[in-house]
């Protein structure tokens, strides 16, 4: 297999959002709990996973979840199938929930897309709440979805990654996972790959980042 050009660690949106610019694959480690969740929503056979802001974020960077949005749609009616949104307050209502993605749901209006559940954000324990199988995921989260978000609005060269135990990985395997993932996804016009750890506050990602960036330089 051929070397990779470049592997770096960073943090935040920020992070995520100049990892782009320089033209590489971007992956996203929220380990409690973005990046837990979608991989959770892939064990249970979702068709795609994302990740976007909710209408209202800090970060420094611009975000645009309405074309998340957008692009969600678009690929659930392509395959015929629905959308689950993952938000958070995670204890709170779904109408809680739902208060802080109109944004994003706007974007799926526009696109004809249909939302089935606005599910909590909980890691592998979401998945359990509805039938995620052939679903389109979005994660609309404060950390984890504002750096993919800001890392798409560059690229589409975002994926998400995690070490986590998951819905249905433990052990080493999601952290092995989120390396086979990184691996088959880099292309020759990549320009590296980028783990960015979703927030420098918190120590699991920066850890998380870490720990599949050394798996990365020493398979």
């Not at 782009?20 to 969740?37: H, K, P, Q, W």
């Not at 954000?121 to 995620?132: F, L, S, V, W, Y």
């Not at 589409?156 to 990654?161: L, S």
């Not at 691996?183 to 920066?206: L, P, Y």
């Given at each position: 297999?051929?070397?990779?050009?470049?592997?770096?660690?960073?943090?935040?949106?920020?992070?995520?959002?100049?990892a782009?610019?320089?033209?590489?694959?971007?992956?996203?480690?929220?380990?409690i709990?973005?990046?837990?969740t979608?991989?959770?929503?892939?064990?249970?056979?979702?068709?795609?996973?994302?990740?976007?802001?909710?209408?209202?974020?800090?970060?420094?960077?611009e975000?645009?979840?309405?074309?998340?949005?957008?692009?969600?749609?678009?690929?659930?009616?392509?395959?015929?199938?629905?959308?689950?949104?993952?938000?958070?307050?995670r204890?709170?209502?779904?109408?809680?929930?739902?208060?802080?993605?109109?944004?994003v749901?706007?974007?799926?209006?526009?696109?004809?897309?249909?939302?089935?559940?606005?599910?909590?954000?909980?890691?592998?324990?979401?998945?359990?709440?509805?039938?995620?199988?052939?679903?389109?995921?979005?994660?609309?989260?404060d950390?984890?979805?504002?750096?993919?978000?800001?890392?798409?609005?560059?690229?589409?060269r975002?994926i998400?990654?995690?070490?986590?135990?998951?819905?249905?990985?433990?052990?080493?395997?999601?952290?092995l996972?989120?390396?086979?993932?990184?691996r088959?996804?880099?292309?020759?016009?990549?320009?590296?790959?980028?783990?960015?750890?979703?927030?420098?506050?918190?120590?699991?990602?920066?850890?998380a980042?870490?720990?599949?960036?050394?798996?990365?330089?020493?398979?």
């Amino acid at each position: 297999m051929e070397k990779l050009k470049r592997i770096v660690i960073s943090c935040d949106a920020s992070g995520a959002w100049q990892a782009a610019r320089e033209g590489m694959l971007v992956m996203i480690v929220d380990v409690i709990d973005m990046s837990t969740t979608l991989e959770s929503a892939l064990d249970a056979g979702a068709l795609a996973v994302l990740g976007c802001s909710p209408d209202y974020t800090r970060a420094p960077v611009e975000v645009n979840p309405e074309q998340i949005g957008q692009k969600a749609a678009r690929l659930s009616r392509e395959n015929d199938t629905g959308i689950i949104l993952v938000a958070e307050p995670r204890s709170g209502s779904e109408a809680e929930r739902m208060a802080r993605c109109q944004k994003v749901l706007k974007g799926i209006e526009k696109e004809k897309g249909m939302v089935e559940a606005i599910l909590p954000n909980i890691g592998a324990e979401t998945p359990r709440m509805a039938d995620m199988k052939n679903r389109v995921v979005v994660a609309v989260t404060d950390t984890g979805g504002v750096a993919y978000d800001a890392a798409h609005l560059i690229s589409e060269r975002v994926i998400t990654g995690t070490i986590a135990r998951t819905l249905s990985q433990k052990g080493m395997q999601p952290a092995l996972t989120a390396v086979k993932r990184a691996r088959e996804a880099v292309q020759v016009t990549d320009q590296g790959i980028a783990v960015i750890a979703a927030s420098r506050n918190s120590m699991e990602d920066m850890l998380a980042a870490q720990f599949i960036a050394n798996l990365l330089l020493h398979p």
